[in-house]
């Protein structure tokens, strides 16, 4: 038992010790050269402007209220990052933030690698496993959006939260073990806390596995009533419910039931305090994570491109799709002073009837939205992001392939996997459908892709080798 716990803990130190390397020693290129580690936050807010100056307004208010009271920025935020940034204040000093969001960082990534890693049954050499899972910052957009510039915005922290949360899946899947699925659901909170893309992703995959574990429940369920009805039982309807119950072993675990629907209920009730104290908050007053973020999409939908901010990347595909109705909103005044109910009803009519025009405008800029630049080669550089961009494309199709072709095999596990797969590809095709399109909103997918071929071919190897054993 001591070896076992020294191992883990020699993996998880190779781990962070790698991420630290990373860190100090590789250029990192997308980080402005007037900031350092030893800025000071103003410097980092001014030169950034948006996120990281509202995550240091809202940390210091917490430094001083411990609430949020008062301030517009629960409209647009969740409050992980700037309470992360407030402690790191407080025990190092607002003079050491830079250096020390950056340790907190690599103390993160570090293991979320190793829960990864220990994670994966693809490759079975733990060595080849070990390569596979540091390759991850051979990519620059890996090391920047991780270790660079990531710390100054959200991604720094919810990314690791992301992984950790399907490495703990992926473990409950294996084995079945009530704490690693309540793990995993804690991470996807932990995750929401600290940026709100999460909410809608976290909702969709534990809801998903929820509704496949109850799924033979349900019918046994339906049957068994025709059958009560149709016998005309003497049996009380409490007795014959405990029966159904009992039996339900023989097509789904209860175990499953148990541990999906709670894990779901877990999510819903932790992200929910955040979500009712928003729509009970003065200068909020709506129920969400960020409750901002829906109708400034919506907004921008609408927007003609000439008043469209740069960072929202092929925002107003509206716009584009229906100009003439785009023209007659600007000429009322604008989106901004439209109802939100008719930007919606209005979008959602545009896409239905002008798709074609509506997914060719998306296309057109899913390039720098994906390697953060046309899909044209004039340096090192370019054919780097172009290469990693392709084949982050390849592996993220080659697993949508193989889950939507393993989705119907009797193996939960299977079954489990390939829906965490589609489901992901569903909610990130709703953001590519509405959502502005800035290039670091594509990081969460690329981690996405870059580790799950490995994860679900480990998952297919298993249950094949179970299968052989069983006959």
């Given at each position: 038992?001591?070896?076992?716990?020294?191992?883990?803990?020699?993996?998880?130190?190779?781990?962070?010790?790698v991420?630290?390397?990373?860190?100090?020693?590789w250029?990192?290129?997308?980080?402005?050269t007037?900031?350092?580690?030893?800025?000071h936050?103003?410097?980092?807010?001014r030169?950034?402007?948006?996120?990281?100056?509202?995550?240091?307004?809202?940390?210091r208010?917490?430094i001083?209220?411990?609430?949020?009271?008062?301030?517009?920025?629960?409209?647009?935020?969740?409050?992980?990052?700037?309470?992360?940034?407030?402690?790191?204040?407080?025990l190092?000093?607002?003079?050491?933030?830079?250096?020390?969001?950056?340790?907190?960082?690599?103390?993160?990534?570090?293991?979320a690698?190793?829960?990864?890693?220990?994670?994966?049954?693809?490759?079975?050499?733990p060595w080849?496993?070990?390569?596979?899972?540091?390759?991850?910052?051979?990519?620059?957009t890996?090391?920047?959006?991780?270790?660079?510039v990531?710390?100054?915005?959200?991604?720094?922290?919810?990314?690791?939260?992301?992984?950790?949360?399907?490495?703990?899946?992926?473990?409950?899947?294996?084995?079945?073990?009530?704490?690693?699925?309540?793990?995993?659901?804690?991470?996807?909170?932990?995750?929401?806390?600290?940026?709100?893309?999460?909410?809608?992703?976290?909702?969709?995959?534990?809801?998903?596995?929820?509704?496949?574990?109850?799924?033979?429940?349900?019918?046994?369920?339906?049957?068994?009533?025709?059958?009560?009805?149709?016998?005309?039982?003497?049996?009380?309807?409490?007795?014959?419910a405990?029966?159904?119950?009992?039996?339900?072993?023989?097509?789904?675990?209860?175990?499953?039931?148990?541990?999906?629907?709670?894990?779901?209920?877990?999510?819903?009730?932790?992200?929910?305090?955040w979500?009712?104290?928003?729509?009970?908050?003065?200068?909020?007053?709506?129920?969400?994570m960020?409750?901002?973020?829906?109708?400034?999409?919506?907004?921008?939908?609408?927007?003609?491109?000439?008043?469209?901010?740069?960072?929202?990347?092929?925002?107003?595909?509206?716009?584009?799709?229906?100009?003439?109705?785009?023209?007659?909103?600007?000429?009322?005044?604008?989106?901004?002073k439209?109802p939100?109910?008719?930007?919606?009803?209005?979008?959602?009519?545009?896409?239905?009837?002008?798709?074609?025009?509506?997914?060719?405008?998306?296309?057109?800029?899913?390039?720098?939205?994906?390697?953060?630049?046309p899909?044209?080669?004039?340096?090192?550089?370019?054919?780097?992001?172009?290469?990693?961009?392709?084949?982050?494309?390849?592996?993220?199709?080659t697993t949508?392939?193989?889950?939507?072709?393993?989705?119907?095999?009797?193996?939960?596990?299977?079954?489990?996997?390939?829906?965490i797969v589609?489901?992901?590809?569903?909610?990130?095709?709703l953001?590519?459908?509405?959502?502005?399109?800035d290039?670091r909103?594509?990081?969460?997918?690329?981690?996405?892709?870059?580790?799950?071929?490995?994860?679900?071919?480990?998952?297919?190897l298993?249950?094949v080798?179970?299968?052989?054993?069983?006959?």
């Amino acid at each position: 038992m001591l070896l076992k716990i020294l191992k883990k803990t020699g993996l998880l130190a190779a781990f962070i010790s790698v991420t630290a390397v990373v860190a100090w020693f590789w250029p990192l290129e997308d980080m402005p050269t007037v900031l350092n580690l030893k800025s000071h936050p103003d410097e980092m807010a001014r030169v950034f402007g948006g996120d990281p100056q509202y995550y240091l307004e809202m940390a210091r208010h917490w430094i001083n209220h411990r609430n949020f009271a008062s301030l517009w920025h629960p409209m647009a935020f969740p409050p992980g990052t700037s309470i992360i940034w407030g402690v790191l204040i407080e025990l190092f000093g607002e003079s050491n933030l830079m250096i020390s969001s950056l340790i907190f960082s690599i103390c993160l990534w570090g293991l979320a690698l190793y829960l990864v890693f220990e994670s994966l049954k693809f490759p079975r050499n733990p060595w080849l496993r070990f390569l596979l899972v540091n390759s991850f910052w051979l990519m620059a957009t890996n090391r920047d959006w991780s270790l660079g510039v990531g710390t100054c915005f959200s991604e720094s922290k919810s990314m690791p939260f992301m992984m950790m949360s399907f490495a703990f899946l992926n473990f409950w899947i294996q084995k079945q073990r009530t704490r690693d699925i309540y793990l995993a659901v804690g991470c996807m909170a932990l995750a929401t806390y600290v940026r709100v893309y999460f909410d809608t992703q976290g909702l969709m995959i534990f809801g998903g596995l929820a509704a496949i574990a109850l799924a033979p429940f349900a019918g046994l369920i339906g049957r068994s009533l025709v059958q009560l009805v149709s016998r005309k039982s003497q049996k009380r309807i409490a007795d014959r419910a405990m029966e159904l119950w009992s039996t339900v072993k023989e097509v789904g675990s209860k175990r499953r039931v148990q541990h999906t629907v709670g894990a779901l209920l877990i999510l819903v009730l932790s992200t929910g305090y955040w979500k009712v104290r928003n729509a009970k908050s003065e200068g909020v007053r709506d129920f969400g994570m960020g409750p901002a973020h829906v109708r400034m999409t919506f907004n921008n939908l609408w927007l003609p491109t000439q008043r469209l901010p740069e960072y929202i990347i092929g925002g107003n595909s509206a716009c584009i799709a229906n100009p003439d109705l785009c023209r007659i909103i600007e000429k009322a005044g604008g989106p901004e002073k439209t109802p939100f109910k008719v930007l919606r009803d209005s979008a959602l009519t545009t896409l239905m009837t002008n798709s074609a025009q509506w997914y060719k405008h998306r296309a057109s800029v899913f390039s720098t939205f994906w390697i953060s630049r046309p899909w044209k080669i004039e340096n090192l550089k370019d054919f780097r992001l172009h290469f990693e961009g392709l084949l982050l494309l390849v592996l993220g199709l080659t697993t949508l392939f193989l889950s939507l072709k393993s989705f119907w095999e009797r193996s939960f596990a299977l079954k489990a996997a390939s829906a965490i797969v589609i489901i992901f590809w569903a909610q990130n095709f709703l953001m590519f459908t509405f959502a502005g399109m800035d290039y670091r909103h594509s990081f969460p997918i690329r981690i996405f892709f870059f580790f799950t071929l490995f994860w679900f071919l480990g998952e297919k190897l298993r249950t094949v080798r179970s299968q052989e054993q069983e006959s």
